[in-house]
């Protein structure tokens, strides 16, 4: 059924296509016999499941990584789904429209996709008051024990030499209604970010953030979320670093703007795409062997959540094996559909 639908979709633009599904979707879940019946067939809940990590308890390890749900819109649809938690943003202080369209783009043929989005997003203020009207509401009408962490971001026109000013402002306004949060160093897609993950200017923005944190009455899981791009040696600086200043994990990894991989994709139709960080089955192995290394390198001291190509739930117990304590999809959400967490849950059951 999910494939015609799939079809469907796949004849409108992406970024058409994902709001028109999430909209419907959310629509749905209005009205309370269609809500039971989504939830009956996209959840799958078990006690083995849950997943205490950081303070916090996850229904089951299976998330939803930041993109798909910038704006903190959907999350009473995506609780319906059977997610574990889902990461919103990546939220940054003021709204921004993000890059010019066309800037997503699917690769049917590696089951991938391409984007350049750029942080589009409402601004802080915006997503804090939305996320704190969907707190009230679970609170007192409809109780969730969803998990929602926080990715934020800098400004596209805020300088690097000021960034841990946007990432701080970020955390502050989201405390309160955030689970966690996640620093994000690694989008391809604002100009110079990534150059924020060099020691010395992540330094200052993790150290001058977990400042703010430790000033809270109860400090917040803060992770980073790192590139697939990396070296070796900028992996071990960053895992050095994450240890001096006692960050809570990392999400590996973000897209990768490599094009190595063995594409089916033809090579004109990449090249007329352009820039863009590839996500998908493509990014599968990449993000696994900066998965395993860093478990590794950090004799699994440090929590992972494993981010990459996940569309089974064989593959999701790989990612756990190597070393992740959650799992997130996101472009295996858009080929396999909305039973990709019940899929992936009862898969990592029996594997126990």
């Not at 590696?110 to 509401?137: H, S, T």
């Amino acid at each position: 059924m999910y494939t015609f639908l799939r079809n469907l979709m796949f004849q409108l633009e992406p970024e058409k296509a994902h709001y028109f599904a999430m909209n419907s979707l959310q629509m749905g879940c209005r009205f309370a016999p269609i809500k039971k019946i989504i939830q009956q067939n996209c959840s799958y809940n078990h006690p083995k499941l849950e997943k205490k990590l950081w303070g916090l308890t996850f229904k089951n390890p299976v998330g939803l990584g930041a993109g798909f749900d910038k704006n903190a819109i959907y999350l009473g649809a995506l609780d319906c789904l059977g997610f574990g938690f889902v990461e919103i943003g990546t939220v940054t202080p003021k709204p921004q429209s993000g890059n010019e369209k066309p800037r997503l783009f699917r690769l049917t043929k590696d089951k991938a996709l391409i984007n350049r989005m750029g942080f589009n997003n409402d601004g802080v203020v915006a997503i804090q008051e939305r996320l704190a009207m969907w707190r009230n509401k679970t609170n007192t009408k409809h109780p969730s024990n969803l998990i929602v962490g926080a990715n934020i971001g800098k400004n596209k026109d805020t300088p690097n030499e000021e960034a841990s000013l946007d990432y701080c402002l970020c955390f502050n306004s989201l405390y309160d209604t955030a689970d966690y949060f996640v620093l994000n160093v690694s989008s391809p897609n604002t100009p110079g970010l990534r150059a924020l993950q060099e020691k010395e200017a992540l330094r200052e923005i993790v150290s001058k953030v977990q400042n703010a944190n430790y000033g809270k009455t109860k400090p917040k899981p803060i992770l980073l979320k790192i590139a697939p791009d990396l070296s070796n040696q900028a992996i071990d600086d960053i895992i050095e670093l994450a240890e001096q200043t006692q960050l809570s994990g990392l999400v590996v990894s973000n897209t990768t703007i490599g094009r190595e991989t063995l594409l089916h994709t033809s090579k004109a139709q990449i090249d007329a795409i352009g820039a863009g960080g590839l996500s998908g089955a493509p990014l599968y192995q990449k993000s696994n062997t900066i998965l395993s290394y860093v478990a590794t390198q950090t004799q699994h001291r440090l929590p992972i959540i494993g981010s990459g190509g996940i569309f089974t739930g064989e593959q999701a117990v790989e990612k756990i094996k190597m070393g992740a304590s959650l799992i997130q999809v996101w472009t295996g959400f858009i080929y396999e559909g909305p039973g990709i967490a019940k899929n992936i849950c009862k898969t990592i059951l029996q594997s126990e």
